[in-house]
């Protein structure tokens, strides 16, 4: 069993109270992966304190050098795959398969981040007088990194990658769920030769991440997680610092008319079951025309009873662990809640007894309608619901219908109306004919209403690495 740590003022060092929490698998709670600190505001203190010493000496340091160590630290996650595989299934509860493309695809973060730190430029403008006007981009100072246990290689590496390319000191604070990928993470910059003061590593529960947001001296916020959380750190960040928030989902595929069938289902079971459902760009509701909404249900049914759920490790499973008890729990909440509501249980709809594990079956409901809680709030977990369509503008309009704006998908051979409901998707990201999951490294990645604070874009695009820089406009003239 692993004893893990905090990462401050480039010691690795437990929770000043001494108080640990224990991570097991979520395939098998007789498999304990490790111990690690519980830590408590005194912790955070000390850890921001701590990042604010060490960060003018990193923002001084030449961006090629940043850029090489970003570099490095890819190299050596990648020399380490075999073995990150293995922990992330059993930290996770995540298929191996899912778990190799996780760890294959973080050392591409890094390397896309790594070129970022050469393009930090600023723009010249003509001058009204003698001289010349010009911009220049500096690291905004004090980054905190809370993120989720879902990804907990890739959606770290996208945010702990551009606030270190940019010159910034982080503070990262990841799920009490994922401790262990999280200290593989740092582990990785440390050994690409990142100095071990300009990053701290703070583990623990809620307490620990509404402390980091509430320090006055975190210059800027970067979070993923739930929308309630994120409201928190909003209201914490106030209008002084900067925050960039990617929140929840409840993300729909529209299904035409005139849409294969067959290739309409593999996709909506590929968004819906992948990663146990628990991906914020999952989909969790099908908004189906009437005309071809039955066979489509007969189908994604026929396809959801094929999975075979247990433990990732084995390579015959398509669906592996709920992450925690809690989130199994509140899965089968959401059965109770939507049968009350009137939904039809087609498939599904309970907890798997294998092993000592957290699993349930891949869930389908049919009868849906929008007022509906399991048709308007977020699951996170293998639960599908279908809702029925008279028409195209009726299915958009239901897909709208939801305080949340991450994903939303349509699939159609009608190039029209797709890009009809590109333009009237109340979206941030929209898939035609693909899985509402899945996302290039290089495009920028961000949600609508209640996904997003919508001010700063996450992961990629030409504007991504601007909320990890501050802006300085410069007047020169060329004599006093």
């Known amino acids: 069993m692993i004893e893990g740590f905090n990462l401050i003022g480039g010691q690795w060092v437990p929770a000043s109270s001494g108080a640990t929490f224990e991570r097991r698998n979520p395939a098998d709670q007789d498999d304990a992966i490790g111990v690690f600190p519980d830590s408590a505001a005194d912790d955070v203190a000390a850890a921001v304190g701590a990042v604010a010493a060490a960060a003018p000496q990193w923002a001084a340091t030449p961006p090629e050098r940043r850029a090489a160590i970003l570099e490095a ?8 795959a075999a073995e990150l595989v293995e922990e992330l299934v059993r930290e996770e509860g995540k298929t191996r398969a899912e778990a190799a493309m996780e760890v294959g695809r973080t050392p591409m973060n890094l390397r896309y981040y790594a070129g970022e730190a050469l393009r930090t430029t600023g723009s010249t403008f003509p001058s009204p007088g003698e001289g010349l006007v010009l911009t220049l981009r500096e690291p905004v100072g004090i980054v905190a990194a ?4 879902n990804f907990p ?9 551009p606030a270190l390319a940019a010159g910034n000191g982080v503070v990262f604070k990841p799920s009490e769920l994922t401790p262990l990928l999280a200290q593989r993470l740092v582990e990785a910059l440390l050994a690409g030769g990142l100095p071990a003061d300009v990053l701290a590593l703070v583990q623990g529960n809620g307490r620990a991440g509404a402390a ?9 916020v970067t979070f993923t997680g739930s929308t309630a959380v994120g409201r928190a750190i909003h209201a914490a960040v106030g209008s002084a610092r900067r925050s960039q928030l990617e929140m929840g989902g409840k993300n729909p595929v529209i299904v035409l008319e005139d849409a294969d069938i067959a290739a309409a289902a593999a996709l909506i079971v590929k968004g819906a079951f992948g990663l146990s459902g628990q991906a914020c760009t999952g989909t969790s509701r099908v908004i189906a025309v009437d005309t071809i909404h039955d066979r489509l249900l007969g189908r994604v049914v026929e396809l959801a009873e094929k999975i075979i759920v247990g433990p990732g490790a084995d ?7 709920l992450a925690s008890a809690a989130q199994l729990d509140k899965f089968l909440d959401y059965v109770r809640i939507a049968r009350a509501e009137g939904a039809e249980l087609v498939c599904g709809g309970e907890s798997l007894d294998i092993g000592k594990g957290y699993f349930a079956a891949p869930t389908v409901f049919a009868g849906g309608r929008a007022d509906m809680r399991v048709a308007t709030e977020e699951v996170f977990g293998p639960l599908l619901v279908f809702l029925r369509a008279s028409d195209f503008d009726e299915a958009v309009a239901l897909a709208n219908r939801t305080e949340y704006g991450l994903s939303a998908g349509i699939v159609t051979n009608d190039l029209t109306r797709a890009l009809a409901f ?23 990645f961000g949600g609508y209403k209640a996904s997003s604070t919508q001010n700063h874009k996450e992961q990629a695009g030409d504007s991504m690495m601007r909320f990890y820089q501050a802006e300085k406009t410069v007047y020169l003239s060329t004599s006093a």
């Open 73 to 80: 630290a890819a190299v050596h996650l990648e020399a380490q």
């Open 146 to 149: 809370i993120t989720p246990w």
């Open 153 to 161: 290689l890739n959606i770290p590496s996208r945010k702990l990658g």
């Open 212 to 220: 980091l947001a509430a320090d006055e001296r975190v210059d800027a």
């Open 315 to 321: 390579p015959a499973v398509g669906m592996g662990a």
């Open 422 to 444: 590109a333009g009237r998707s109340e979206s941030g990201l929209v898939k035609i004919n693909q899985p509402t999951t899945g996302m290039s490294m290089n495009a920028p």
